[in-house]
């Protein structure tokens, strides 16, 4: 059984840093690698970041976001700094089971979200 919680999002201000979790349970679940995606109002959920042996990430967040895990896999992190207006959406976290890391078709398991408002 795999079940995935985020929590850390918020309203916050541009140029602000914000730090997201997934706690997963499940030991396939912390055997995996984890990605983070995010889904805008009207749009497509998009790739955001993965961990596994080593770390993915979009273009569009490369330099100002951070994927971590701590040293049992249970929890993943998502660090993020400089955040811009665009960054708004609601963050996923999912297990990968095949296929591109990059695609959302890849993962398996979801949790339910955690809102990340950007406010100018």
């Known amino acids: 059984q795999v079940s995935l919680v985020e929590s850390g999002g918020g309203l916050v201000q541009v140029g602000d840093s914000l730090t997201l979790s997934c706690a997963a349970s499940?030991?396939?679940?912390?055997?995996?690698?984890r990605g983070w995606f995010r889904q805008a109002p009207g749009k497509e959920r998009e790739f955001v970041a993965a961990?596994?042996?080593?770390?993915y990430y979009a273009d569009s967040v490369k330099g100002r976001f951070t994927i971590s895990k701590d040293n049992d896999d249970t929890t993943v992190y998502l660090q993020m700094s400089d955040l811009k207006s665009e960054d708004t959406a609601l963050y996923f976290c999912?297990?990968?089971?095949?296929?591109?890391?990059?695609?959302?078709?890849?993962?398996?398991?979801w949790g339910q979200g955690t809102q990340v408002t950007v406010s100018s």
């Open positions: 961990i596994g042996w080593r770390t």
């Open positions: 999912a297990v990968h089971q095949d296929g591109s890391y990059y695609s959302r078709n890849s993962y398996g398991y």
């Open positions: 499940g030991r396939a679940a912390r055997r995996s690698i």
